[in-house]
């Protein structure tokens, strides 16, 4: 299976700052069409979790724009370039290239 | 409204059994795979299992191999998940959700549930 490692496992920010989380897979996740299957989500504080960010990349409908994934291969990177309250919760990584997909152990982003 | 709502969790036995159910509306269930992804208290998220738009195709996760059963009835929009010989590390929220395809290309799981409990306990 492919093991995914988030760091950090929690993070502090200070409203109206970035906030940066890395993921990385035991395994490259760029397949042989070209496409890289990795995923973002966020679980807020008591609901289900929510896609954020699709194929490293692609922002999911209605997801703000302060919101940016990048990385290719093994090295994955979410980004929030200005965190607000709403942001508060676990995100995940999450990669679909084989079975079973398989997600990061979470990253808890609380505010300062 | 897009929506899953998962039902039949509760309290059971180690080496008990229990079905889950998940019943989808506002969207064209029978042309969409889906997936039971679950959570242990206080844990992270953990795949369990995966069948096609047809039911075709199915995958589990090694850790329930063997005692879980998926299955989807189109004609109900609805999706299953049998649960037998049930351990205490099954214990968990248990969420359906949908994946998306977009132009061919597997775009994630967009739509989950609220979830279900399971207690395995004696």
């Known amino acids: 299976d492919i093991v995914m490692t988030q760091t950090p496992l929690s993070l502090s920010v200070t409203p109206g700052q970035p906030a940066s989380i890395s993921c990385k897979s035991s395994q490259s996740l760029l397949h042989s069409d070209g496409k890289t299957y990795l995923y973002w989500y966020l679980q807020k504080p008591g609901q289900s979790p929510q896609l954020l960010i699709y194929e490293v990349s692609n922002r999911f409908s209605g997801v703000p724009d302060r919101f940016s994934g990048s990385g290719s291969g093994t090295d994955f990177t979410l980004k929030i370039s200005r965190v607000e309250a709403e942001d508060v919760g676990v995100y995940y990584c999450?990669?679909?290239?084989?079975?079973?997909?398989?997600f990061g152990q979470g990253t808890k982003v609380e505010i300062k | 409204e897009v929506q899953l709502v998962e039902s039949g969790g509760g309290l059971v036995q180690p080496g008990g059994s229990l079905r889950l159910s998940c019943a989808a509306s506002?969207?064209?269930?029978?042309?969409?795979?889906m997936n039971w992804v679950r959570q242990a208290p206080g844990k992270g998220l953990e795949w369990v299992s995966y069948?096609?738009?047809?039911?075709?195709?199915?995958y589990y996760a090694d850790s329930v191999k063997g005692r879980f059963t998926i299955s989807r009835d189109n004609a109900k929009n609805s999706l299953y998940l049998q649960m037998n010989s049930l351990r205490d590390e099954d214990t968990a929220v248990y969420y359906c959700?949908?994946?998306?395809?977009?132009?061919?290309?597997?775009?994630?799981?967009?739509?989950w549930g609220q979830g279900t409990t399971v207690t395995v306990s004696s």
């Open positions: 999450m990669q679909s290239i084989q079975l079973p997909r398989t």
């Open positions: 069948i096609s738009s047809s039911s075709s195709t199915i």
């Open positions: 959700a949908r994946d998306r395809w977009e132009y061919g290309d597997y775009a994630g799981l967009d739509v």
């Open positions: 506002g969207f064209t269930f029978s042309s969409y795979s």
